[in-house]
């Protein structure tokens, strides 16, 4: 499956992933993360049922606040 993550093609041999799998293959273990998938936000509670299709245009984003 091909996908545009964060602005890059990226292939995964799975057909169909959630969320958490795409998460846990590219190691993103940041604790606040803001994820879109084709412009539409998905809730973290969504990330272990939200799938993934080919050609899904996924944005992930690290939330990190200053002062």
Known sequence: MNVLL?????SFEES???????????KYTFKMLVIKVNGILVKKDEYD???????????VLHLISGG
């Open 6 to 10: 964060n602005n890059r093609e990226e």
């Open 49 to 59: 049922t939200f799938t993934v299709n080919g050609g899904d245009d996924i944005q």
């Open 16 to 26: 169909d992933l959630t969320i958490s799998q795409l998460l846990e293959l590219k």
